[in-house]
């Protein structure tokens, strides 16, 4: 049953978080340390192996206190337990949501119209780790009786971005004898560029899909199929093409044996999905075990959002934290900052799930908001970003709160690079929440003209989450824990976070254009696309 939707914006506690949010606007983060000691003890709550210090965001206990009592209202809670009951809180696609499911240990029972889901999640599982033995151990061979050396996922959006996410976050422990790559755009040079100098004996493509109609990766598959066939003599498709959906009739049509193909269910959205079988490719790369710390990193985040008390909840606090900003400080974006060269893809990752998840404008009953829902969510690796656009954070005109993220010990010692690293970003966060006034720089003996702009405002919020090493495990628990903070931010703002029908018009559109673009047929869109068509119609023809 849906949660009731709630005027969140019409009750007291809204109210409430806004007079708190108005009293301290012009409050300096200089001001809340200076007055308390022990701030950076109190405001730091860790869970799952993850520490994070939200010390350094614009709020006291009376403003958080508002926040719980928000998240309250709106019945966080209640509808936390809903999901993890497995009710059906996707209510415009009538699904239950519950990747959390894909990670429960072996004994859990959840139940979905009378099937106990997790049987079902193991019984995958397990498939997936023999497959996956056999690839590493080389007795899985193509059709030349080679055995595999590289494993291209062909998918896109939840099909692509989460094991190619955790794929790289997690080459340390990859087996240096496979190679992963990833084809997702429908450009052709995707697919052009990422099979050039493979051997196809020795290529297996998984074709990761949740529909198995994906127009991008079924077309992707189909050019795979033919590179395959027009360079290999002889070869047997089975041998090099397996799959991944919730259609199995589908993928049955496009040639796959069912015996290769890895099933999951419809109550796994995409962007929930890469600890599912959409995750194939990883565990090829990483071997069943890890997979299965990864699971458990992420279960240990799950059981803690499911039981801890909304003031030491860390996605709740991160969730609330985030609508703090999002709403009365009229943030439009939020950084993800996460100093670890091989996150590189986190925050991509992270696009997808937050913004596809609560980039919504009507609310669960259909009417429409009237309050800032998802924020524009980006970022890259530190410390490159420091030397790009970290300017406009620290002297910019916008409010960006930042996530920054540390790990204690590096994949790989080099000299002191780790400590130059770790001191990069607590820097960062130091000079972003504490900034350097105009005396100060006056009495550095700065020229007058010139202390404004070198004078640096401060005030900007950031949460520093600190992690002992990148591993399956934590990676697990990072993502489970952003996962959990969309899910209570879209609690609040009323919203279903697990459907995506902003993406429906323009892929109906550029269905409607694929054949007007090799055709005379009169063009009937407006002017400036008319325009756009009859222009590349030119160019094609020469
Ligand atoms: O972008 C829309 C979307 O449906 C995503 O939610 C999904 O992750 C992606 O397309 C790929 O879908 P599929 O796994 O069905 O190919």
């Given at each position: 049953?849906?949660?009731?939707?709630?005027?969140?914006d019409?009750?007291?506690?809204?109210?409430?978080v806004r007079?708190?949010a108005?009293?301290?606007r012009?409050?300096?983060?200089?001001?809340?340390?200076?007055?308390?000691?022990?701030?950076?003890?109190?405001?730091?709550?860790?869970?799952?192996?993850?520490?994070?210090?939200?010390?350094?965001h614009r709020v006291?206990?009376?403003?958080?206190?508002?926040?719980?009592?928000?998240?309250?209202?709106?019945?966080?809670?209640?509808?936390?337990?809903?999901?993890?009951?497995?009710?059906?809180?996707?209510?415009?696609?009538?699904?239950?949501?519950?990747?959390?499911?894909?990670?429960?240990?072996?004994?859990?029972?959840?139940?979905?119209?009378?099937?106990?889901?997790?049987?079902?999640?193991?019984?995958?599982?397990?498939?997936?780790?023999?497959?996956?033995?056999?690839?590493?151990?080389?007795?899985?061979?193509?059709?030349?009786?080679?055995?595999?050396?590289?494993?291209?996922?062909?998918?896109?959006?939840?099909?692509?971005?989460?094991?190619?996410?955790?794929?790289?976050?997690?080459?340390?422990?990859?087996?240096?004898?496979?190679?992963?790559?990833?084809?997702?755009?429908?450009?052709?040079?995707?697919?052009?560029?990422?099979?050039?100098?493979?051997?196809?004996?020795?290529?297996?493509?998984?074709?990761?899909?949740?529909?198995?109609?994906?127009?991008?990766?079924?077309?992707?598959?189909?050019?795979?199929?033919?590179?395959?066939?027009?360079?290999?003599?002889?070869?047997?498709?089975?041998?090099?093409?397996?799959?991944?959906?919730?259609?199995?009739?589908?993928?049955?049509?496009?040639?796959?044996?069912?015996?290769?193909?890895?099933?999951?269910?419809?109550?796994?959205?995409?962007?929930?999905?890469?600890?599912?079988?959409?995750?194939?490719?990883?565990?090829?790369?990483?071997?069943?075990?890890?997979?299965?710390?990864?699971?458990?990193?992420?279960?240990?985040?799950?059981?803690?959002?499911?039981?801890?008390?909304?003031?030491?909840?860390?996605?709740?606090?991160m969730g609330l934290l985030g609508l703090w900003y999002r709403e009365f400080f009229n943030a439009q974006s939020h950084a993800v900052l996460?100093?670890?060269?091989?996150?590189?893809?986190?925050t991509d990752?992270l696009q997808q799930l937050d913004m596809e998840s609560n980039g919504k404008r009507?609310?669960?009953?259909?009417?429409p908001v009237d309050y800032q829902t998802g924020p524009i969510v980006w970022g890259t690796?530190?410390?490159?970003g420091?030397?790009a656009y970290y300017q406009l954070i620290h002297q910019g005109t916008t409010l960006i709160p930042a996530d920054f993220?540390?790990?204690?010990?590096?994949?790989?010692?080099?000299?002191?690079?780790?400590?130059?690293?770790?001191?990069?970003?607590?820097?960062?966060?130091?000079?972003l929440?504490?900034?350097?006034?105009?005396?100060?720089?006056?009495?550095?003996?700065?020229?007058?003209?010139?202390?404004?702009?070198?004078?640096?405002p401060?005030n900007h919020p950031s949460t520093?989450?600190?992690?002992?090493?990148?591993?399956?495990?934590?990676?697990?628990?990072?993502?489970?824990?952003y996962?959990?903070k969309v899910?209570?931010q879209g609690?609040i703002w009323?919203i279903?976070s697990?459907?995506?029908?902003g993406?429906?018009?323009?892929?109906?559109?550029?269905?409607?254009?694929?054949?007007?673009?090799?055709?005379?047929?009169?063009?009937?869109?407006?002017?400036?696309?008319?325009?756009?068509?009859?222009?590349?119609?030119?160019?094609?023809?020469?």
């Open positions: 049953m849906s949660p009731k939707t709630v005027d969140i019409a009750t007291p506690e809204w109210a409430a007079e708190h108005d009293r301290l012009d409050t300096h983060l200089r001001d809340l340390f200076a007055s308390d000691a022990d701030r950076a003890d109190a405001m730091t709550v860790e869970a799952a192996g993850l520490v994070a210090d939200y010390s350094k006291d206990d009376p403003a958080l206190s508002a926040l719980f009592a928000l998240a309250r209202a709106a019945d966080v809670e209640g509808h936390r337990d809903a999901m993890f009951r497995g009710e059906k809180i996707n209510t415009t696609e009538n699904r239950a949501v519950l990747h959390v499911a894909l990670r429960a240990p072996r004994d859990a029972e959840i139940v979905v119209d009378g099937e106990n889901v997790v049987a079902q999640v193991h019984e995958v599982l397990d498939r997936m780790a023999a497959f996956s033995d056999r690839v590493r151990s080389g007795e899985w061979v193509g059709s030349t009786g080679k055995r595999i050396r590289t494993v291209v996922n062909i998918g896109i959006g939840g099909s692509d971005l989460g094991p190619r996410m955790a794929y790289e976050a997690l080459k340390p422990y990859a087996d240096p004898q496979i190679t992963c790559r990833f084809v997702s755009n429908v450009d052709g040079d995707d697919l052009a560029s990422n099979v050039e100098g493979l051997d196809p004996a020795e290529t297996l493509f998984i074709v990761a899909s949740k529909t198995f109609t994906t127009l991008e990766t079924m077309t992707n598959a189909r050019a795979a199929r033919d590179w395959l066939t027009s360079n290999l003599d002889g070869a047997d498709v089975a041998k090099h093409f397996v799959a991944v959906s919730t259609n199995l009739g589908e993928v049955e049509k496009f040639g796959i044996d069912p015996a290769n193909t890895f099933g999951f269910w419809d109550w796994v959205g995409g962007r929930y999905s890469f600890d599912s079988a959409i995750g194939l490719s990883l565990m090829v790369a990483i071997g069943p075990s890890r997979f299965r710390e990864l699971l458990d990193g992420m279960h240990e985040v799950d059981e803690h959002f499911r039981t801890a008390p909304l003031e030491s909840n860390l996605p709740a606090i996460p100093y670890a060269h091989y996150l590189s893809r986190f990752y009507v609310r669960r009953d259909g009417t690796p530190g410390t490159n420091q030397h993220l540390a790990f204690l010990h590096p994949a790989h010692e080099l000299g002191n690079q780790h400590d130059l690293l770790i001191a990069n970003v607590l820097a960062q966060a130091e000079a929440a504490f900034g350097k006034t105009a005396e100060q720089v006056a009495a550095e003996g700065v020229a007058p003209e010139l202390v404004p702009h070198r004078t640096f401060g520093t989450l600190v992690v002992e090493k990148l591993t399956p495990r934590t990676l697990g628990a990072l993502v489970a824990l996962e959990h899910f209570v609690a009323q279903n697990f459907d995506q029908w993406v429906e018009l323009g892929k109906a559109l550029a269905q409607r254009i694929v054949p007007e673009l090799s055709s005379d047929d009169e063009l009937t869109h407006d002017s400036s696309t008319n325009a756009l068509i009859r222009r590349y119609r030119a160019a094609r023809r020469g």
